[in-house]
């Protein structure tokens, strides 16, 4: 009899819950490590405010490449299982080209827009419309040993040359046989491409015009190609390792005191101010260095929330999407996660610069932060400028023939269509 | 034997859908201009065939496969052999030593080139520091940062990874090799080095052959391990085909181009094995 009632009991439980909800939503992304708790706990806060909407996470290889092949492969293919996708800054004009992004112009207002970063919101669209809205932001910056440049009474490097010269007169002072002046991205990949884009921006070049035709200025991206080859070496600011140095290559030596100046994203500054690391307290950010006549550069990078085209919710989509790219949730992605965030408004708040006071600079590098070139023929473009660019700083070719071959092979790839 | 050709389908349509169906398809997508992004998608003839001929990356990407190709069966063969010489007798531990032999081979691929990416890594790896410790060096080499480096640092990667496949191929020939040959040979009056050239080679022949058409079949498709190690860098001095090909259909997205390299590797392996072929036909008539 117990267990009869027992069942009972069961039966009416169930009975008494809610109807499972009309709308499931899947989100589509990356994730990371660990973050899996996280994102449920998000997804439920949503869903407790949106009765009928349920929220799912499909997760993704971590590996950005595979991510977009994926995406792309299925897309492709009309898949509508996913409704909402997270996608890295250069797929967006990429993905929307294709045709596989809903157009959330109705959505994404002017409005809502003006409560974001401005230099967020260009690689957001395409053509005019919004594909996609930035949930978070990169940009690249100038860390320094904050106690070596004191004990030198020196100032954060305004200008590429003074960097160099700042770093070759630290190193050669401290006669520590392991410490080296400037690390940053040198391998052959997409790393080298965003840390070019900031030496040759730096410098006043501009890769494409507005209609996405190239269009640098070939003897300043020379000179600053150049500058990178010459930084490069024994006796000179940077170890010959940089041709080898992704960004977590560059944070471990910096981090482990072995580098006077690094280029790298913010995601390195809370792993440096973590109990029990060497550098904890010595480090500090600042922007990056200039030409002489040019303006500093970041290269912006940051994750941007789309609309599958097959979705057959797109309403509750953007309704999904408003949420992720909510102050609240992207106060949570920050302090969780680091994610960097993209409303304007987050950078003044004062609770948050309480606890996190390196969002002023993060946001001064970020105002100044310029796209990588937007074209749905990025990633092949990326990979000329990839080669071009390795072959330029091992010393394979002199920077004004890589930079003519890019100029050379970039019509047809930008403009596949030949119209 | 009734109806040969029904006892053969299985194998026939299994090779067909696994082998030649794909083949086929890849062929297909090459005589097109396919770029899903920009919605192009149309008959293109041998236009990507010859977009092939004036593609000076092609060209020094088949340069460098060719050469990871030569350099890297060379080292295997001597290495294997080598080897396999050593442990052919019956001695004390060769069980043991055959153990360590395979270790190698045994381990996968892609973990296999992390190991040596981080043993010739610039400022962590232990290369650089014994090197620097013994005082060889002055300061730390960037191995895979130097073109000519980084694509040796390769090819001994692949080496050491499949030298145990030589080995074991060749030891089984050596182990089948009757006694009394030899040892004739010496009562004959040679020396080892005149048996090991007269009688040993010559009887292990067909097993070397075959050993060495599968690696070099294997190199000339390489990508796991240099993809793994370098992403083909610095300055494309690491690109194989077979990277290439991948980077132009998965990350440029040119469905037409990337199908064409495919069917060049493919193209290649078939002239390389008909050109093996001819060669060792002559070398035994």
Redesign the interface.
Known sequence: VGRLLLLCLLLCGCGARSKPPAVRLVFRHGGSLGSEPFFRSLFEEFEREHPGISVSSELLPANTDQQRQLNAVELQGSSSRFDVLDMDIVWVQEFARAGWLLDLSAYFDEKTRSGFVPSTLRSASFEGRYFSVPRSADAGLLYYRKDLLEKYGLAPPDTWDRLARDASEIVSKEKDPALTGFVWQGRQYEGLVCAAAEFLGSNGVRFLDERGRWAADDSKAARALGFMRDLIGPGRPSPESVLTADEETARLIFGNGQAVFMRNWPYAWGLFAEPGQPMKGKVAVALLPRFPGGKSVSTLGGWYLGVNHRSSHPKEAYEFIQFMTSRRAQTALFLRLSYLPTRKDLYLDPGLLARAPQLAEFERALDRAVPRPETPAYAGLSLLLQSEFSRALVGRCSPEAALRRIRRRAGSLLNPGGA | MKRPWLWLAPAVSALAALTFAPLLATLWLSLH?R??????HDWAGLDNYRKLAFDP?FGRSLAVTLYFTAASVAIELAAGLAAALALRGDFRGRAWAMGMLLLPWIVPSPVAARMWSWIF????GVLNYLLVSFGVLR????W????WLALHAAILADAWKTTPFMALLLLAGLRSISPGLERAARADGAGPVRTFFRVTLPSIMPMLQAAVLFRALDAWRVFDVVYVM???????AT?TLSIYAY?TF?????LGYGSALAFAIVFGAGLLSAAFLFLTREATA
């Open positions: 201009r770029l899903p992004v920009f919605q192009l990356r890594d610039a400022q962590f300061r730390p080499l960037a895979l940062g130097r073109p370098t992403a083909g860098g610095p300055a494309d690109e980077k998965f990350t440029t997205l040119d």
